[in-house]
T-cell receptor, first 116, second 109 residues
Framework: GAGVSQSPSNKVTEKGKDVELRCDPI?????LYWYRQSLGQGLEFLIY????????KSGLPSDRFSAERTGGSVSTLTIQRTQQEDSAVYLC??????????????FGPGTRLTVL | KNQVEQSPQSLIILEGKNCTLQ??????????LRWYKQDTGRGPVSLTI?????NTKSNGRYTATLDADTKQSSLHITASQLSDSASYIC????????FGTGTRLQVFP
């Protein structure tokens, strides 16, 4: 694909519901990242995948948040029992060589989540 | 604690004018520093990446500087265009990227 894609682009849900956000990274990129961007805030790191493994999940804010990656490609971020404070834009990025200083992360357009 | 401070928070300039955005950071250990451009409703796009030994790097009309001793960086935009209207985010890299809150730039005709 030409770039990182995310779906849905917008999601409105009711408090207490579960949501799944999807990320399709650039083909061949081994590293995949999830970030959260709240209004007026900088991007907040959530989790990093290398292949299908998540060596760094230190940014997940609570056990309601989980993510998986299958086939070294598509990733799904799941938020259970959503709360209003979960409302934010969830951004996914992928990169080719995460161990190299010049490695560049390419971002998707994000999923805007609104919890009513 | 890793911190990134950017100034100004927002900036309005006229098309054709130059501007400089500032970034002060405190991260350890330091690997490199990136500037990203984020258009409204889009994901960030990398403009420049500078390692510890690089003082300046250009990408078209964008020129970034880095002083690793004082932990300061700047992004200079020359001959601004309407399409430069966006948020510009300073991102030092330790073991992960640390994103600043950005400077919101608006370029008016």
């Amino acid at each position: 694909g030409a770039g990182v894609s995310q779906s849905p682009s917008n999601k409105v849900t009711e408090k207490g519901k579960d949501v799944e956000l999807r990320c399709d990274p650039i083909s061949g990129h081994t590293a995949l990242y999830w970030y959260r961007q709240s209004l007026g805030q900088g991007l907040e790191f959530l989790i990093y995948f290398q292949g299908n493994s998540a060596p760094d999940k230190s940014g997940l804010p609570s056990d309601r948040f989980s993510a998986e990656r299958t086939g070294g490609s598509v990733s799904t971020l799941t938020i259970q029992r959503t709360q209003q404070e979960d409302s934010a834009v969830y951004l996914c990025a992928s990169s080719l060589a995460p161990g190299r200083p010049q490695d560049t992360q390419y971002f998707g357009p994000g999923t805007r989540l609104t919890v009513l | 604690k890793n911190q990134v401070e950017q100034s100004p928070q927002s900036l309005i300039i006229l098309e054709g004018k130059n501007c400089t955005l500032q970034c002060n950071y405190t991260v350890s250990p330091f690997s490199n520093l990136r500037w990203y451009k984020q258009d409204t409703g889009r994901g960030p796009v990398s403009l420049t990446i500078m390692t510890f030994s690089e003082n300046t790097k250009s990408n078209g009309r964008y020129t970034a500087t880095l002083d690793a001793d004082t932990k300061q960086s700047s992004l200079h935009i020359t001959a601004s265009q309407l399409s430069d209207s966006a948020s510009y985010i300073c991102v030092p890299h330790t073991d992960k990227l640390i994103f600043g809150t950005g400077t919101r730039l608006q370029v008016f005709p």
